[in-house]
Structures are given as structure tokens and as C-alpha cells.
């Protein structure tokens, strides 16, 4: 790389993190070379249009399609004699000479892998007529996870190259980034869409209606009550979707939909709520804890014959609500329940635990999914946790 397009690629560094829009603005009239007078303005042309052009592979995620279509690009960036892309596993993409290193590649990034941290290594290669005897690799992170190396290759140790072997590397990384937030937009678009459809079960909407009709005649005023119960459960759950609400509403919503279930099961089904105050404000994903519930009345009870619990308890712990749903039902074969999460369970399986599971990661991080203990004729335990505070989730 000269040194003119190192000093680009390091000033202009902030501005290839920031994103495709200085790239686009720079890129959608393309200049003539006659056009770029000083060398220097003419290295910054060079670079940020072979920027633009690397950038939309990558926009699909650290793929082997992806690394195949911009890994000749990122070499030409830093002017450099071999480059590869890898993923924690293997190596994805070898460009330039010397590609007998490919199959040690992988030995010498463990290190940048473990540590996230940019590492230089002799290339040990014992044939004399190879030009590739050092190397930096440079780790490629979203949101502080590494998911691969970028590794470039060249004839003797340079710091030149590996300043810039970092600067691109971080480029790339922000791309990935923008990949995952794409796929994230994406699948908290389908999870509201499948919240939306899971909301209310019609076959739940006609046994309630046939539940209070059975009262009428029999008992008018328990009827009554029932059916206001009935019309506030279900203008809750009708309520605009993909917001957030309360752990307070959330639990009166569900105490509402087990007053229904209770007038149909009777003395078979016995409840157990625990509640305590502090975590009542706490705000949370809209309808994540019904489902929940119906889930244990709809596979944990129903088949049942004798009397059955359900114990439903929201506790303080400490900088977390902890909600535990459980229920001594006939529970489920812990293979199915992973791919019931893994979205294998089909469209009317396990959609409830699904969608809950897939809208908590989105708002609070992979870390605060369902916590899911089941087995055959053992019940099933659903623990979620829920952060007190969490930017841009606040109660309505």
C-alpha cells in the first residue's frame, strides 16, 4: 500500500465506520480519473470506491459467499500479497498468492479468535520460492463477539500493514454489524406478526363463551362477572402489538384469562400466585406471559384427570423481575422442546414459547431467553427474567 493511501485510510478511517452514506454520496456519480487532481485525492477516490464496492457483500454476514465476493476487494485496499477471511472455524476465502498457507491458517489465529486482539506471525512456510513469510491477523467482532479473522499476508514484517490490517478489519466489522441488524429487524418484524396471530386462541374464545353460557340460566351474576372479565382479557390482548406494558398489567391480563379457564376446569384446576410489589412496575415486551400460562393449561392440563397446580410467582431479584410459571402437567420430551425453540415445531406447535422466546432475546440480548425444565409426566418450568431497567422499554 503507498503511503499516500495508508494516510487516506487512516484519516478517513471514522468515516468508513460510519456507514455507507459518505460511500454512497462519494460513489453514486462515479469520478474520472481526470477529474482527482493531487495524488493524494486520487487515493481517496481509489479507496473509498473500492470501499463501496466490498461493502454490500458483507451487508449478507460473514458467509463464505460473502468473503468470496469481497475478499478481493479488501486486498486491493490494503495493497497487499495474499489475504483470507475465516470465521471461527475454517477459512472461508483465500485471495493472492501462496495458498498452501490455507491449511495452517487457522492454527494461527486462535489466538486473535480467544483475545479479540490484532497478532503478527511468521508464516513459517518452508518453500524458498514462497514470497509469504509474515502476516497479521486482525479479529472481525459484533458487539463485542468475535466471529472471525481477517489475515494478510506479505514478504516481510510491516507496522504499515498492520495499521491498516486493523483499520479494515474494524470496517468490515461494522459492516457485519449491520448485517446482524438487518437480520434482527427482520426477525422482530416476524416475531410481532406471529405475536399478533398467537394472541388470543380461538379455540380458548369459544370455550370461555361456552363456559359463561353454562352460567346464564344457572347462575346470572356469576355470568356477568365472567363476561367482563371476558371483555377485559380480550381488550387487552387486542391492544396495539409490539409495545411494551407492565409486569402489573401483565399478571392482571393473566388473572383475567385464569378466572376463565377456572369457571370451565373447576375444582381441577388450582392456581398459586406470588407477587412481590417492588416488581409490579417493571416494564416489559406486551403480552410475553399469557402464552406462557395458556401453554400450561393447553399441554400441561388439559389431559390431566385429577386435580392440577399451576404456581405462578414474579419476585425481586435484584437488578431483575424473576417470573417462574409452573405446572405439574404431563410436560414433554426435552428433544422436542428444542425444536419447538429452534422454530421445527410447526406452525401450530409451541408458537406461544416461540414467539416469547424470540421477542425477550431481541429486547434484552440472547442472555435473557426461556429458561425451559420439562420431561415426560415431570411438569414444566418456565423461568423468565426481566431487567428492572433496560433503555427504551418503559411500561404504557
Not at 495452517?104 to 518452508?126: E, I, N, Q, Y
Not at 470496517?171 to 437480520?183: F, G, H, I, N, T
Not at 401450530?348 to 440480548?365: A, H, K, M, P
Request: include cysteine; charge should be neutral.
Amino acid at each position: 500500500m503507498s503511503g499516500a493511501a495508508l494516510a487516506v485510510l487512516i484519516v478517513l478511517g471514522p468515516l468508513l465506520l460510519a456507514g455507507g452514506f459518505v460511500l454512497g454520496r462519494r460513489t453514486a456519480r462515479p469520478a474520472r480519473t481526470s477529474d482527482v487532481g493531487t495524488p493524494v485525492e486520487h487515493a481517496t477516490f481509489e479507496t473509498l470506491h473500492t470501499a463501496s464496492l466490498a461493502a454490500p457483500p458483507l451487508r449478507a454476514g460473514l458467509t463464505e459467499e460473502s468473503a468470496r465476493k469481497a475478499a478481493r476487494r479488501l486486498r486491493s485496499l490494503l495493497g497487499t500479497d495474499a489475504l483470507c477471511l475465516t470465521d471461527r472455524e475454517r477459512v472461508l476465502v483465500w485471495d493472492g498468492l501462496g495458498e498452501h498457507h490455507g491449511r495452517h491458517v487457522m492454527d494461527h489465529v486462535r489466538a486473535p479468535l480467544d483475545s479479540g486482539r490484532d497478532t503478527a506471525f511468521a508464516s513459517g512456510c518452508g518453500d524458498l520460492d514462497c514470497p509469504l513469510r509474515w502476516a497479521v491477523a486482525a479479529p472481525l467482532t459484533v458487539d463485542h463477539r468475535v466471529l472471525g479473522t481477517l489475515v494478510a499476508y506479505a514478504p516481510r514484517e510491516s507496522a504499515v500493514l498492520a495499521r491498516a490490517a486493523g483499520e479494515v478489519a474494524r470496517w468490515v466489522s461494522v459492516q457485519l454489524e449491520l448485517a446482524e441488524l438487518d437480520r434482527s429487524r427482520t426477525r422482530l418484524i416476524e416475531a410481532e406478526i406471529k405475536a399478533l396471530r398467537a394472541q388470543i386462541s380461538p379455540h380458548f374464545i369459544f370455550n370461555s363463551l361456552a363456559a359463561i353460557a353454562s352460567f346464564v340460566r344457572t347462575d346470572p351474576g356469576r355470568a356477568r362477572e365472567l363476561l367482563l372479565e371476558f371483555a377485559d382479557f380480550t381488550r387487552y390482548s387486542f391492544r396495539r402489538h409490539g409495545d411494551f406494558t407492565t409486569l402489573a398489567d401483565e399478571l392482571h391480563s393473566i388473572d383475567q384469562y385464569l378466572a376463565l379457564v377456572r369457571a370451565r376446569f373447576g375444582e381441577r384446576l388450582s392456581v398459586t400466585l406470588q407477587v412481590a410489589p417492588e416488581v409490579l412496575p417493571v416494564a416489559m415486551p406486551f403480552l410475553c406471559l399469557q402464552p406462557l400460562v395458556e401453554n400450561a393449561v393447553k399441554h400441561g392440563l388439559e389431559g390431566a384427570v385429577t386435580r392440577s397446580r399451576i404456581t405462578i410467582s414474579a419476585l425481586d431479584a435484584g437488578a431483575e423481575a424473576e417470573v417462574v410459571i409452573e405446572d405439574d402437567g404431563v410436560g414433554m420430551e426435552p428433544d422436542r422442546l428444542r425444536r419447538i425453540l429452534r422454530g421445527e415445531g410447526g406452525a401450530s406447535t409451541g408458537i406461544g414459547l416461540l414467539n416469547v422466546d424470540e421477542r425477550l432475546r431481541q429486547v434484552y440480548g440472547d442472555e435473557y431467553g426461556l429458561v425451559i425444565e420439562t420431561g415426560v409426566d415431570a411438569g414444566t418450568k418456565i423461568t423468565v427474567r426481566i431487567p428492572k431497567y433496560r433503555a427504551g422499554v418503559h411500561g404504557t
